[in-house]
């Protein structure tokens, strides 16, 4: 049984990652992202909190207006810290307890910020994903969810907020060229492991 954390910049391909592995492994995946939305819309003391840091026209219809929030937080560090520090204490409670549950069974965790968390010892394998910021920004690009500018500014921040990990308990996989060489690098890993 194995609890392996995946993280990595956005547009590197921790979630295309999280599903080669589950072919692989029969697991249950945690997307942290996703959980992270459930707590904002679920939590009414998250929810006052973030209508008390960036205004109430991030709600809409009682649930938050995502790409509303994300207009504030990616306008500065400050604004990322601040959502941060609204969110993150009880997404890693809701985390920890979800990896507890299942404790017994094999779990990928999808999580960009794992290493900001310091949670690596969490795992039995970490593993970040890296790709070159130029081929990061052109996958967030290819979307077509955001305007180029916002994309980069989004990307610089998140840069800004924490470095990328190296060395032990790492394992560092290059996702810099197509998914039938990210496979071929995660079967080596899931070989050695």
């Not at 709600?59 to 207006?65: C, K, L, Q, S, W």
């Not at 990616?74 to 809701?94: A, C, D, G, T, Y």
């Amino acid at each position: 049984m194995a609890h392996i954390g995946v993280a990595g910049y956005m547009g590197a391909g921790k979630s295309t990652v999280a599903q080669i592995l589950k072919k692989h492994i029969p697991c249950r995946v945690i997307d942290a992202d996703n959980d992270a939305k459930q707590l904002m819309n679920g939590n009414e003391k998250i929810r006052k909190d973030l209508v008390a840091a960036f205004g109430s026209d991030i709600i809409g219809d009682n649930t938050i207006i995502f790409h509303k929030l994300g207009e504030y937080v990616f306008r500065s560090l400050q604004n990322l810290k601040l959502l941060n520090s609204i969110v993150h204490p009880e997404l890693l409670k809701h985390l920890a307890s979800e990896l507890e549950k299942n404790r017994k069974g094999n779990v990928i965790c999808d999580a960009a910020l794992i290493p900001l968390w310091g949670i690596e010892s969490w795992f039995d394998t970490a593993i970040w994903i890296h790709a070159d910021h130029s081929i990061r920004r052109h996958r967030l690009e290819s979307s077509g969810k955001l305007d180029p500018a916002a994309i980069e500014k989004r990307m610089r921040l998140q840069e800004m907020l924490f470095d990328a990990p190296s060395g032990k308990p790492w394992y560092i996989i290059e996702n810099n060229s197509v998914i039938s060489t990210l496979e071929k690098g995660m079967k080596k890993l899931l070989e050695k492991r």
